[in-house]
């Protein structure tokens, strides 16, 4: 119970509502760049008002050190602001004011990078020869979570082949929350195909995965916990076991809260475009695909 007698439950009541404070949580830490615990800690604090740190952390069954730390990243990311009294007050900043602060960060870096970025080109041209040497398959890991997505968008912008998504409907429903909706349609619009291939034990997160809207979506049991992304003969991205079980977690126990900060910033992928690893990685997903279930068909069931 905080100071001012008030009970605090985040996931506000069973049903709908708690699974639109879930998917809130999910589509803030996206747009933000936040781990889920920050934006958890970020959306109370809109709801409780002026309050502090250790109140906090007691009333989300959060550590108070890793509570703590969260305060002082969101305070120099300008999200929350704190008091001069004693003890401090967290106080949120508005989210009109919030996505005013992200938007300028995003376009200063864009200024930047347009404004020394050819000039930076011109002299690679100029000073480092460059050879165009044969084909030669190549690997690099990809860090973070913003950055496979990225990735995973390039790869749908690009192409006009058979294109595979393979992974859960946690990861779906984060990919919702970027560019891969827009990217999957480009590519349809392009004349590729992209199919998805996810499972879900819960119906309600089947009009969740549909968002995505690809060509076709199938429903059947996945290889592991990662993903996989796979362009017929040409690329793919693979990761291993994902920290992408937030989303489920949020409908767990308050004890269950720590694991929150498992976050976007250690998922890791492969990326490669060996064309023996390609293959064989799209023969599978041929295979899964096969033993799988149209999603339609399952709706029908319901």
């Known amino acids: 119970m905080l100071e001012n007698g008030s009970v605090v439950d985040d996931n506000l009541s069973a ?21 889920t615990v920050e934006a958890r800690i970020y959306l109370n604090l809109l709801r409780l008002g002026p309050v502090t740190a250790s109140s906090l952390a007691k009333e989300l069954d959060v550590d108070r050190t890793k509570t703590y730390r969260t305060i002082d990243k969101l305070l120099n990311m300008s999200i929350v602001s704190t008091t001069i009294s004693n003890p401090k007050l967290c106080i949120a900043t508005k989210p009109e004011e919030v996505l005013k602060i992200v938007l300028q960060k995003k376009q200063d870096e864009i200024n930047r990078v347009e404004k020394i970025g050819k000039n930076v080109i011109q002299k690679i041209n100029k000073i480092v020869p460059i050879t165009d040497g044969h084909y030669v398959p190549t690997f690099r890991t990809v860090q973070g979570r913003a950055n496979i997505y990225s990735h995973i968008e390039k790869l749908l912008e ?44 819960d119906n309600k997160f089947i009009p969740l995965i549909e968002r995505l809207k690809p060509t076709e979506t199938r429903l059947g049991k996945l290889p ?40 976007a910033d ?31 068909k399952l709706e029908t069931k319901k």
Not at 163 to 186: C, F, G, N, Q
Not at 230 to 236: A, H, N, R, S
Request: net charge negative.
């Open 224 to 263: 592991s916990k990662g993903r996989i992304i796979v362009e017929d003969g040409k690329q793919m991205i693979m990761s291993d076991v994902m920290n992408a079980s937030d989303f489920a977690n949020m409908e767990n126990s308050r004890l269950s809260h720590d694991s929150f900060s498992i976050g």
């Open 15 to 35: 049903g709908t509502q708690n699974d639109d404070w879930a998917e809130l949580i999910l589509q803030l830490s996206s747009i933000l760049d936040l781990e």
């Open 266 to 296: 250690t998922d890791f992928a492969l990326w490669t475009n060996s064309a023996e690893m390609v293959n064989n990685i799209f023969s599978l997903c041929k295979f899964l695909w096969r033993t799988s279930k149209p999603l339609k």
């Open 158 to 201: 690009d192409s006009t082949r058979m294109i595979y998504i393979v992974t859960t409907s946690e990861d779906i429903l984060r990919m919702y929350h970027t560019a891969v909706p827009e990217k999957i349609k480009e590519c349809i619009d392009n004349g590729g195909t992209v199919r998805i291939l996810t499972s879900t034990d």
